[in-house]
């Protein structure tokens, strides 16, 4: 059974920093694209980064400079860091694969970002 369990959410200021991770059980972690994906309130989720398992990343625009991805395939676990927050990027955040797959969605973890 595939699990994704994502932690190191809270409530952090504007300017501050969070470093979230997603260890990931079931899966052969090393051979697959991993992702950071969020949903905000009200909007559909969306990508944030991604990771080939050769350790090439994508970001999207709105993070470019700020989020930093990375993985450690010896603990089968993605990590996101987060700089420089601002009130925009209040959502839940979630990792998978990347492309998606449905089953292996998690609870995620909520990110709170007051101004």
């Known amino acids: 059974q595939v699990q994704l369990v994502e932690s190191g959410g809270g409530l952090v200021q504007a300017g501050g920093s969070l470093r979230l991770s997603c260890a990931a059980s079931?899966?052969?972690?090393?051979?697959?694209?991993m992702a950071w994906y969020r949903q905000a309130p009200g909007k559909e989720r969306e990508l944030v980064a991604r990771?080939?398992?050769?350790?090439?990343?994508n970001y999207a625009d709105s993070v470019k400079g700020r989020f930093t991805i990375s993985r450690d395939n010896a603990k089968n676990t993605v990590y996101l860091q987060m700089n420089s927050l601002k009130p925009e990027d209040t959502a839940v955040y979630y990792c998978?694969?990347?492309?998606?797959?449905?089953?292996?969605w998690g609870k995620g973890t909520l990110v709170t970002v007051s101004s």
């Open positions: 998978n694969t990347w492309p998606t797959i449905r089953e292996y």
């Open positions: 079931g899966i052969i972690f090393r051979l697959n694209v």
């Open positions: 990771i080939t398992n050769g350790g090439s990343t």
